[in-house]
């Protein structure tokens, strides 16, 4: 089954997906918003671990209403723009249309569910580092596979399909459990997101000090009990994983940090109030967690 | 009854009380570290709101052993530096010396009276707003009451003549206990001196962004539990009472903002390693303000 995507929201994440798509030969539909002018006329340029890679003549648009409809949809917006995609979207949209949500954080595809009845949505986190360095110019920095998952589709088979294109486009893929694969990242994205913000600091740096070590873990510790609460087991040695991981790393500057260096609104809302929204109608209070979020709230509203 | 003072640590605290104290009449000898050279030759310049004024042909030293005991010791240096006061205080010290603590925090009383078994103890607290703007020169930008209190003396008659030594100086005292004064303390502290720090931004932001006042009602909140489990009631409302005190402080920075600002170790250990033990040995566990002292332990670690 051959599908046509669209990728909304070219980016890193959305110019690297999309971008390794093309590549490996699938019909893609690009929304692009700052970067219109130049990728139209100049294409993509990745440069990847996995080898570097331009892409020309792109089917690229800056407006939703020029598109036609496709039969997945990746948003890879930034969930602070996740309020455009009431008017986004329907023009993309056709009955068996699958979208795909590829953003961190919690309650994105409950909110695209409740604006769109009836539409079919998945999901998707990476723990790829990838960053835009210029117009229409991707660096992508570390392999990171694809946590895949359904959230509500009337038959399997398009998501399915998805999975397989990835996979063929070089991108590895494991499906699981949506909402457990988004509470697990929450474990890294909570502590490393936040305190690298708080302390204008990078991840290596908070490994290396005991005490923002420990404060890392009783974040993650609180997470994972968010998660239980939730109803999405995650052990506790789970926040020892997570420290691998982020050794492996070395220096590395986390998303949000990222979006704050350069004066991009963080994704506060879903990666800290859901989250917190959520365990506490399952009845637990991440008060650590509450604590860090309204200290970025604070430092947000301070740039 | 007429006493002889010895003021250890001639900052802004030391320079200023020592300072009112000597141009009320009474005998003072000065502790003087890095701006000896300076006090010796060109005394203590005071720019305050109570009046400027300057004194000079100070009795001033830079090594205690060169000191005679004293009546009273009115211990103003940073609690940063307490670890000194073994080998400082005992050439200053006669049978009846009574020590006096005017430092932030909990738990330097006990640690004195741990090293100096029998010693007669006080402390003081105040609100004042002093800053050393220079060797030798000190700006006191605000009115501020102490609050002072016994720790342990033999005979309460020496503590009552400090009070009214002080008074007489311009100085308005009240007398409470002791413990009650520095919990109060730390109710404001806790909050303003650590987010200040953490944000690198005055008392007034905090008051005026919803979720960082919000968060240091939260913090004090916890303080004032520790404090009730600590064994000091201090009602809940009295939140309220430092959100006043603090929006009348108008742009304030907090000594401890100061301090990290020019380089100087912060009272961490004063301010919140030791309120945190002392309400943990109590049976309450500041979780917040445990938060907040990792955070400003790794922020220290930075420097």
């Known amino acids: 089954m051959k599908l046509k995507y669209a990728v909304v929201g070219t980016g890193a994440i959305g110019g690297f997906y999309g971008g390794k798509l093309v590549q490996s030969g699938q019909s893609v539909d690009f929304l692009v918003h700052s970067d219109y002018e130049q990728v139209k006329q100049h294409g993509l340029k990745i440069d990847s671990v996995m080898g570097n890679f331009h892409l020309n003549d792109l089917s690229v648009f800056n407006n939703t ?14 969930t602070t723009h996740n309020y455009l995609l009431k008017d986004i979207l329907p023009p993309l949209l056709h009955r068996d249309t699958l979208v795909v949500v590829l953003q961190n954080g919690l309650g994105m595809e409950a909110d695209l569910a409740k604006e769109f009845p009836g539409l079919n949505i998945a999901g998707g986190l990476t723990i790829v580092s990838a960053v835009k360095v210029a117009p229409g110019h991707i660096s992508h920095l570390t392999y990171g596979k694809m946590s895949a998952g359904a959230y509500q589709v009337n038959d399997s088979k398009v998501f399915n399909q998805v999975c397989e294109d990835f996979i063929n486009a070089g991108i590895p893929v494991d499906t699981n459990d949506l909402m457990l ?36 873990q009783e974040l993650m510790f609180e997470v994972i009990e968010g998660a239980n609460y939730f109803g999405r087991l995650i052990k506790r040695d789970f926040a020892d994983t997570m420290f691998g991981t982020t050794e492996l790393m070395g220096v590395h500057s986390p998303s949000m940090k990222i979006d704050h260096d350069n004066k991009r609104i963080m994704e506060i809302e879903s990666i800290y109030t859901r989250p917190l929204k959520e365990a506490l109608a399952a009845g637990y209070n991440m008060k650590l967690v509450a604590m860090l979020e309204k200290q970025l709230k604070f430092i947000q509203s301070q740039q």
């Open 181 to 216: 694969s988004r509470w697990r990242k929450l474990v890294w994205n909570i502590p490393f997101s936040g305190l690298s913000v708080l302390f204008n600091t990078t991840t290596d740096k908070l490994l290396q000090n005991e005490d923002s070590k420990q404060l890392c």
């Open 65 to 78: 209403a020029d598109m036609k409809p496709s039969d997945v949809v990746l948003v890879c917006l930034k």
